[in-house]
C-alpha cells in the first residue's frame, strides 16, 4: 500500500509494495505515483488519477498485467481510494495471478473437455451456433447435420471394470473418432466437428451436408467403428454405440432445436436395439407428442364417458345365423375426433390406464348383452366378446373384475367371452396362466386372437383353457381369387349412418381396427375396404404378385386353415375366421368345417341398437353365403 497527496506524490509505502516492485527499502516516498512504470498508473491508461487525488472522484479500480523485476508476469487489482482525512489517496495492490491463471484453466476446460482433449459441450455449443448463422445466410439453402452418439451399456462398464477403465474407453472412442473425421470430410473437404457432449455422448456436426443420406451414411461407418474391440488396461472390451441423425436447413433451425431433435432420434435409436442409428423426423416426434397428450387424457377420460363400444357381428357359416358379438372400443376425443383402438391401445397398456379402461369396457359390453337377451325371452341369445391384455392379468384382479360384473349385471358366465392375441399368450405362466384358468371354470369363454401368426409350437394349447381359435385375417386374405369369376359380388359395406367407417378385426395392440375420426392424431385404416382385397386378387389374375401353392396345386393359405381347422376340432376348439370379406371366402371356409366368420361380408362394426334390430328381424348377417339345399 502507499499514500498519495493531491499532487500525486507517493508520500509513504509499506515494505510489501516495496517488496513487490523489487525497490530498495523507503525508496518510493517522494516519487511521483505516475513514475512507476510497471504499474501502468499514467494519465494516459488511467487519465481518471487527479480526479481521486482531489476528491472529485471516490475511487478507481483496474487490472493490470505486470512484468515483475524478478522475471515472469504478474496480476495485479490496483485500487486508488481518495482519503479526505489526508487529503489525497490511498493505492491498494493486490496481486491476483492465482485467480487470473484459475480463470485461464476454466475458459480453456470449457472449450475443451479435459478427460479425451476434444472440444467440450459450451464450445461445441458456440460453434453449432456460428454454423447455424454462417450457413444460414448463404440464400437460406446451406444445410447443416448433427449426429449424437451414446455407447450402449456404458454404465456396464463402470460398474463391471470400474470408473478407471471406463474413462481409458471414453479416451480410446475419443482416439478412435478424431482418426476417423479426416475420412468423413464433407464434399466442401471440411472434417466434422467433434466433441464430447458430457458423460459417454459423443457429436459430430458436419456443414454444408448434401441431405439425410449422408448423415446417415456417416452414422453407420462410425457405428461400424466403433464396434471393433478396445484393448484397455489389459481387457479386451467390445461396446457398440447407437446414434441420432438430424439434417436441416440452418435458416429452419436454432441450436437448441437442432440438439432436440437430435437427442430425440437417439432415444428412438436405443429404444430399437443396440448399435442402431436413427434419423429425425418431426412426423414421429408429433406423434409422439400426441402420444403423451393422449395418455394424460385417458383415465379422465373414462371418467367423463368419452368413451364408446361398437360391435362386429360373429356369424355361424353354416347358416349365417348371429351367435355372437365383438366389442370394440372408440375414443370421442374433444380435441382430436373419433380415435381408433390403435390410438390409444397401446398408450393405454404403457402408462397402466389400460385396466381402468378394460373394466369399463367390460362392464359396458356385459351390460349391453345381458339388455339383448332381455329383449328376447326364449330366443338365443348372442355374447359378447372382449378383448384382455395380458398386462390387465399381470396387474389387475380380472377375476374378480368378470365375476363382480357378471353377478351385477345378471349375464350368464357362458354368454361372456374374452380374447387375447397368440402373441400374448404364448409363454405365460403364473398369475396370468391360473387367471384364465379360473375364468374358464367359471364358464367363461377364452379366445386365442390372431391365431397361427409365427406360433409353430402349439403344445401351448393343451396347456391353456381356450374354447375358440381365431384365425388370422392374413390366411383369408391369401385365399384366391373368388369374386365375381364365381358369380358373387363384393358386399356392400354396411356404415353406421354419421359415423366414420369402421375395419374389421379386434382392437388388438397395434392393430387398426376402426377408420379414425377426423384430427390431427387420425391416420389411415390399415385394413382394407370391402372390395379392396378383390381388386387386390384381380391384379394376381393380370399376373400380379402370387400366393404361394403346395405340390399338388392348391393355394398355400388354404392347406393352412384346413389343416387349422382340422387340429382345432380334434382338440374340442370351435375356429373363427377373422377378415371374411367375400361371399367365394365364406363358401370355402364354411367347406372346409370352419364355424364362425367375421369381416365385411357380414357387417362392420356397428353401434348396439343396429345388433338388436338384426335380432329383432331376421337374426342373420346380410351377405352370409346361402347353404346348398341338403
Known amino acids: 500500500m502507499a499514500l498519495v497527496d493531491e499532487a500525486g506524490t507517493i508520500t509513504a509505502a509499506n515494505p510489501a509494495l516495496h517488496d513487490y516492485l523489487a525497490l530498495p527499502a523507503a525508496s518510493l516516498p517522494g516519487r511521483p505515483l505516475t513514475h512507476l512504470t510497471a504499474l501502468g498508473l499514467t494519465p494516459h491508461t488511467a487519465p481518471g488519477l487527479p480526479e481521486v487525488f482531489k476528491g472529485r472522484r471516490h475511487h478507481l479500480v483496474c487490472t493490470r498485467r505486470i512484468a515483475s523485476p524478478r522475471g515472469g508476469e504478474t496480476w495485479a487489482e490496483l485500487r486508488l481510494e481518495h482519503l479526505a482525512s489526508v487529503r489525497g489517496a490511498l493505492l491498494t495492490v493486490r496481486d491476483t495471478s492465482l485467480g487470473h491463471d484459475l480463470r485461464a484453466r476454466l475458459r480453456t476446460a470449457e472449450r475443451e473437455d479435459p478427460l479425451t482433449r476434444l472440444a467440450g459441450r459450451a464450445h461445441f455449443l458456440d460453434r453449432l451456433a456460428d454454423t447455424l448463422e454462417e450457413h444460414g445466410l448463404r440464400g437460406g439453402r446451406g444445410r447443416v447435420g448433427l449426429c449424437v452418439l451414446g455407447l450402449d451399456g456404458f454404465r456396464h462398464v463402470n460398474t463391471a471394470h470400474g470408473h478407471l477403465v471406463g474413462d481409458h474407453l471414453l479416451r480410446a472412442v475419443a482416439a478412435r473418432l478424431a482418426r476417423l473425421a479426416p475420412l468423413l470430410a464433407s464434399a466442401h473437404g471440411e472434417a466434422p466437428v467433434l466433441a464430447r457432449l458430457g458423460g459417454d455422448e459423443f457429436a459430430l456436426l458436419v456443414s454444408e451436408t448434401t441431405g439425410p443420406g449422408q448423415l446417415t451414411e456417416l452414422a453407420a461407418t462410425v457405428l461400424r467403428e466403433l464396434r471393433e474391440p478396445y484393448d484397455i488396461a489389459g481387457r479386451r472390451l467390445a461396446v457398440s454405440a447407437s446414434a441420432g441423425v438430424a439434417e436441416l436447413r440452418a435458416r429452419e433451425t436454432s441450436p437448441a432445436e437442432l440438439l432436440r431433435a437430435v437427442t430425440t432420434a437417439l432415444g428412438w435409436a436405443k429404444a430399437e436395439g443396440r448399435g442402431r442409428w436413427a434419423l429425425f423426423d418431426s412426423a414421429r416426434r408429433e406423434d409422439g407428442a400426441h402420444q403423451d397428450l393422449l395418455a394424460t387424457a385417458l383415465r379422465p377420460a373414462v371418467r367423463d364417458g368419452e368413451f364408446e363400444l361398437e360391435y362386429q357381428p360373429l356369424v355361424a357359416l353354416a347358416d349365417g345365423t348371429l351367435h355372437g358379438v365383438e ?198 385404416d390399415r385394413s382394407a375396404a370391402p372390395g379392396s382385397r378383390d381388386r387386390e386378387a384381380a391384379s394376381v389374375i393380370a399376373g400380379g404378385p402370387a400366393r404361394s401353392t403346395t405340390a399338388e396345386g392348391r393355394p398355400a393359405d388354404e392347406v393352412i386353415v384346413e389343416a387349422l381347422v382340422g387340429l382345432a376340432h380334434r382338440l374340442g376348439l370351435t375356429v373363427t375366421a377373422e377378415c371374411v370379406e367375400t361371399r367365394g371366402q365364406a363358401e370355402r371356409l364354411r367347406a372346409m368345417g370352419c364355424d364362425m366368420g367375421q369381416g365385411y361380408l357380414y357387417s362392420r362394426p356397428v353401434p348396439p341398437e343396429r345388433i338388436g334390430l338384426l335380432l329383432e328381424t331376421t337374426g342373420r348377417c346380410p351377405g352370409w353365403p346361402t347353404p346348398p339345399p341338403s
Request: contains cysteine.
Open 327 to 524: 366389442a370394440l372400443v372408440r375414443w370421442r376425443h374433444p380435441r382430436f375426433g373419433r380415435l381408433a383402438p390403435n390410438r390409444f391401445i397401446d398408450v393405454a397398456e404403457r402408462d397402466g390406464s389400460i385396466v381402468e379402461l378394460g373394466r369399463w369396457v367390460l362392464r359396458t359390453a356385459c351390460a349391453q348383452a345381458r339388455s339383448w337377451q332381455l329383449a328376447r325371452p326364449g330366443a338365443r341369445p348372442p355374447y359378447v366378446s372382449v378383448n384382455v391384455t395380458v398386462r390387465q392379468l399381470w396387474d389387475s384382479d380380472v377375476v374378480a373384475d368378470v365375476a363382480d360384473v357378471l353377478a351385477e349385471t345378471r349375464l350368464p358366465p357362458s354368454l361372456l367371452q374374452l380374447e387375447l392375441t397368440e402373441s400374448e399368450v404364448v409363454g405365460q405362466t403364473g398369475r396370468p396362466l391360473r387367471a384364465l384358468q379360473e375364468l374358464s371354470d367359471m364358464g367363461v369363454r377364452i379366445a386365442i386372437d390372431d391365431f397361427g401368426t409365427g406360433y409353430s409350437n402349439l403344445s401351448y394349447l393343451s396347456r391353456l383353457p381356450v374354447s375358440v381359435l381365431k384365425l388370422d385375417g392374413s390366411f383369408v386374405r391369401g385365399f384366391p381369387f373368388t369374386g365375381a369369376a364365381q358369380g358373387a359380388e363384393p358386399p356392400e359395406a354396411e356404415t353406421p349412418e354419421a359415423e366414420p367407417p369402421a375395419a374389421t378385426g379386434a382392437p388388438t395392440p397395434g392393430a387398426a381396427t376402426a377408420a379414425p375420426g377426423p384430427g390431427p392424431l387420425a391416420t389411415p
